[in-house]
């Protein structure tokens, strides 16, 4: 079975500092690994993806993600976030193609000036 | 990009109706949907996954006579919750994909189902 921790519940940062969500993951099979965003009220937005190659993801907005595959992480970074950025980010897994996500508890980012 | 689009965006409804909500695939063929539900601030849980022109497949604890499925069409899957009362008030989301391309999933933008 396949399973998804978010670490962090909430973080919150100030304007124009890095930051870093922290995703780690479990599966006895290759995985496709992904972040999304959920603006209140909204769906989900793909940030980014996983499926091969290149263990350095980047994503829209200027997030980036590494696939960790000895400490079986996927965190995701931005080295400098907006008032903008504040949302719900969520982590998710995927095994077999077709078959469906599953996500993380999510973090909630607070952007604040 | 591809997208997915869901219909009502919101619905408020009396206990003990019914109401169906629709998932549509604008300009893809989706060979299979899924069916997500979201609490409050908690994250999204799989209700159920559906393949155009069979039966879906429901997640334990996920009742099929509550909530049935339909997938008449690559393009079309409808959520109806019967006899609706106000513990399926939720935020109902749906997402696609198709295959022969990596795997990726389209979200629609969700249902907020309110149940009086």
């Known amino acids: 079975a396949q399973s998804v921790t978010q670490l962090d519940s909430q973080v919150p940062v100030f304007e124009e500092a890095p930051v870093e969500l922290r995703c780690n993951y479990s599966s006895s099979v290759s995985v496709y690994l992904f972040w999304y965003v959920q603006y209140p009220n909204q769906g989900l937005q793909l940030l980014l993806k996983?499926?091969?190659?290149?263990?350095l993801v980047k994503g829209i907005n200027g997030f980036e993600a590494e696939f960790n595959k000895s400490q079986t992480s996927f965190h995701l970074r931005k080295p400098s976030v907006h008032i903008s950025d504040t949302a719900e980010y969520f982590c998710a897994v995927s095994g077999e193609a077709g078959t469906a996500l599953i996500f993380g508890k999510g973090t909630t980012l607070s952007v604040s000036s | 990009g591809a997208v997915v689009s869901q219909h009502p965006s919101r619905v408020i409804c009396k206990s003990g109706t019914s109401v169906k909500i629709e998932c549509r695939s604008l300009?893809?063929?989706?060979?299979?949907m899924f069916w997500y539900r979201q609490f409050p601030k908690q994250s999204l849980m799989l209700m159920a996954t559906?393949?155009?022109?069979?039966?879906?497949?429901?997640e334990q604890g996920v009742e099929k006579d509550k909530f049935l499925i339909n997938h008449a069409s690559l393009t079309l899957s409808t959520l109806t919750v019967t006899s609706a009362h106000p513990e399926d008030s939720s935020f109902y989301i749906c997402?696609?994909?198709?295959?022969?391309?990596?795997?990726?999933?389209?979200f629609g933008p969700g249902t907020r189902l309110l149940v009086l």
């Open positions: 997402s696609a994909t198709t295959t022969g391309v990596v795997e990726t999933q389209y």
């Open positions: 996983y499926l091969s190659g290149s263990t």
């Open positions: 559906s393949n155009e022109g069979s039966k879906a497949t429901y």
């Open positions: 300009d893809f063929q989706a060979t299979t």
